[in-house]
């Protein structure tokens, strides 16, 4: 995109070095980017024009993703995006001033996390076969379940990483964070089977270069985040369900789980490593929303 690729080159490397931003949030931030630079393109401004982003031209903007009717939660991770872009230029005094701080971000619906229930959660650990893709997938949704982690940080795990004789798995977290989370007995099965027979059968399969990475593909490289999500994505069809699951949903799953079996809301937070507890205490409305449910269903008068 011509000139602009310094300075967004320049971001990026703060995301990734500073921030220690995951890879999907890294190209979601430069795709945001890219798609505004491009509309005013068509404006008449240049990239390299920084002054000519004016609220009005942010307001067109804005104007279109309306029309296009893009969702509230698209329209508010864009202009995150570029308003923290935008901060980044203030602070490496390329521009004088955000144009995007007095922007405001569309008000969001409070929408609850979806989750499923344990019947759906032994229904999809139970699909993968006993191939060494089997066991390999069959290990990533036991530890998916087992811990609550991020795809980016299952991913990223490591061989060593893994305890399997004690039972934790270090993570590192957003932001360079790491903690340690503890894993089920039935993960550790599914781990130590990928380990003893999958893994290596699938290491010796291609000619990539030796690496620790705990998670590999067919041909014996890393497996990224973005196999990942395929990965589940594949199992969720084969269950055919109607909810809309993705690996976040066992995230969800983990805590709501968690916090219906009486877990205090504190360890949950450290578990999933949230910063703030009002992150981790939005699992608390779906439990409320249960216990409503099922009040309304036994209750006599209710």
């Known amino acids: 995109m011509g000139t602009l690729i310094t300075p967004l080159e320049d971001f990026i490397r703060y995301l990734r070095v500073e921030k220690n931003a995951s890879q999907h949030t890294i190209n ?10 491009e509309f ?17 031209l942010i307001r067109a903007y804005l104007a279109i993703l309306k029309e296009e009717d893009y969702a509230r939660r698209t329209i508010a991770r864009r202009v995150a995006a570029l308003r923290s872009f935008f901060r980044f230029m203030c602070r490496e005094e390329i521009v004088g001033e955000n144009p995007f701080s007095s922007v405001h971000t569309p008000k969001l619906d409070k929408r609850l996390p979806v989750f499923l229930d344990l019947e759906e959660v032994d229904a999809l ?8 893709l089997g066991r390999r997938d069959a290990a990533i949704l036991e530890l998916l379940y087992a ?3 991020r795809v980016s940080e299952l991913a990223g795990l490591t061989v060593q990483d893994v305890d399997l004789t004690t039972g934790y798995v270090l993570v590192y977290g957003k932001g360079a964070k790491e ?29 990539t270069p030796p690496h620790d990475i ?26 055919a369900i109607t909810k809309n699951v993705s690996p976040h949903t066992i995230r969800h799953t983990f805590a709501t ?3 219906n079996n009486g877990a205090d809301l504190r360890s949950v937070q450290e578990l999933l490593g949230h910063v703030n507890l009002s992150t981790t205490q939005l699992y608390t409305h779906v439990t409320k929303e249960r216990i409503k449910s099922v009040y309304k269903d036994a209750h006599p008068r209710a």
């Open 257 to 259: 789980h968690l916090l």
């Open 40 to 56: 005013a393109k068509e404006k008449g401004v240049t990239e390299a024009d920084f002054a000519q982003i004016s609220p009005i």
């Open 179 to 207: 903690r340690v989370v503890p894993v089920g007995r039935k993960a550790v099965g599914a781990i130590a089977g990928y380990l003893d027979s999958s893994r290596p059968r699938l290491r010796a399969m291609g000619v």
């Open 28 to 37: 979601s931030y430069r795709a945001d980017i890219e798609r505004f630079f």
């Open 147 to 149: 811990t609550g982690i």
């Open 214 to 239: 705990l998670f590999v593909n067919k041909n014996g490289g890393p497996l990224t985040d973005r196999s990942v999500r395929r990965i589940v994505e594949k199992y969720v069809n084969a269950l």
């Open 125 to 132: 650990l139970a699909l993968p076969d006993k191939s060494a």
